[in-house]
């Protein structure tokens, strides 16, 4: 029996019986060379959880969104962030709050559901702002006031106010998919795995939870002609496992882990292509300013004082990614470019010293994954130096998620990584005063921060809106509550038969994939 077919006959077992027989053969015969013109295997962390674009949470929920669901706009595959009409024929911004638009006609919806229309569309966006919906980013369309249908193809967005973001983290970004108003009130207003009806340039032929997802070309789809007859999605959680899978010839693109990168960089398997991109998350270590042990900003300053941070790029992340100067990350509006000042231990100690405090102890609450764990012993070592005794609690992910909302106040040092879209109000609404212990870990309450926040989101003037955002990551950085550390490259690995499609982040665009 040849490869291709013993691989074929195990395609319905779990991944963990995949990887067992890929380590075994790839021993055994070495790596399989598999060209493919009519089909893609793909590689995701994770399964989907939701097809809802107003529930989604994960990076696989993302990809699934963005290949399922029509937007007006979309952002460009490349390596700057730029958007491009996708569902749309024309759209225009005529004030600060109308924005025209016109639907391309003859893009259907899957199952029998008719033409996509401006009565979806009204649907789609309005949906958000529904109270009984509850949505957890209903921010993306807080200010919508409401889409006015003109005909069956053109709309017109009314806005109660300003809204910058608008065109950079709601209409091209998730909040921008436009969903079937029958198919989602037919499953009651809101859906999780069955959206009903889709009309991307894909759609789902079948799913088999946690082992793989098939896509197929929508014949309703009236865009750019799509690349692959077939497009396979594994789940597979391990970065390890994935990159055996690709060095086997199993999967055709996978993010790696940040560890892989210093040795696909000496040495890629045949046939591969090692693609590291900037992202605008950003991992940082939060200081709990509510913390009775933490309320004294010169012990807040003192930890961040301590910390080397090259030593934890370099030993925890292998030195791929660079040092972050702030919450925004560059290319983005509000990158101050501003380091923090060199670690300085003597410095540090006399902060402590000044604020009277002696043999601390502490606690710092981690992700149990291999990168953040060797981080948080370098702090340990670091705030060793300066007299401070630090725990490390390994937690798994639902644990460390709820965290804040089972210790509150009691918390003291996170070790964190949050995600982000191109603009910076997506991150820093996670800190205003009313997150305080949902997402704001830190526990920052400032009106000035607060201000900015809501001013920056009304200004439309780039310039004035850049200095709001280098003003608030001022305020951050004065209440000694954050120390950010990197913006975490992805780092993508894939086959020289394929065009891939993506996302300046390295996100997946999946309608962008081509044969070579």
Known sequence: MSGNKMIRKIESVSMRLVTAFILSFVFLTGTINIVRSDELNVRLGEDFTTLDPAFWQSGADLTMINVLFPKLIEFKSGSDWEYELQAAESIEQVDELTIKFTLKPGLMWTDGYGEVTTEDVKYSYERYIDPELASPIIGDWLPLKEVEIVDKYSGIIHLKEPFAPIWWSTLPYSSGAIVSKKATEEAGGKFTTDPGATAGAYKIESWTPREKTVLVPHDGWNGPEVGFDKITIYPIQEPKSAEIAFEAGEI????????SVPNYR???????????????DYTFLGINIANEKL???????????????????????????????????PG????????????????????????????????????????????????????????INLQINQLDSGAFWNVAADRKEDLQLTLNNYTSPPDPSWSTQWFLRDQKGIWNWVWLDSEEFDNLHFAALKETDMNKRSDMYVDMQKVMDESGGFLFIMHPPSVIIYRDTINPGLYPNGGLKLTDFKAN
């Open 252 to 259: 055709d693109i996978t993010e790696i882990s940040i560890g």
């Open 266 to 280: 000496e040495s890629l398997p045949a046939g591969g292509v090692l693609d590291v991109r900037p992202t605008a």
């Open 295 to 329: 309320s004294d900003v010169r012990v807040r300053q003192a930890i961040k004082m301590a910390i080397d941070i090259d030593a934890i790029l370099q030993g925890a992340y292998f030195g791929v990614p660079e040092q972050a100067s702030g919450l925004v990350a």
């Open 332 to 387: 983005l509006v509000g990158y101050t470019g501003i380091m923090p000042g060199a670690r300085d231990v003597q410095g540090a100690k006399a902060l402590l010293d000044d604020a009277g405090v002696s043999n601390l102890s502490l606690e710092l609450d981690v992700l149990n994954t291999a990168e953040f764990i060797t981080a948080a012993q370098i702090i340990q070592a670091n705030l060793g130096e300066i007299g």
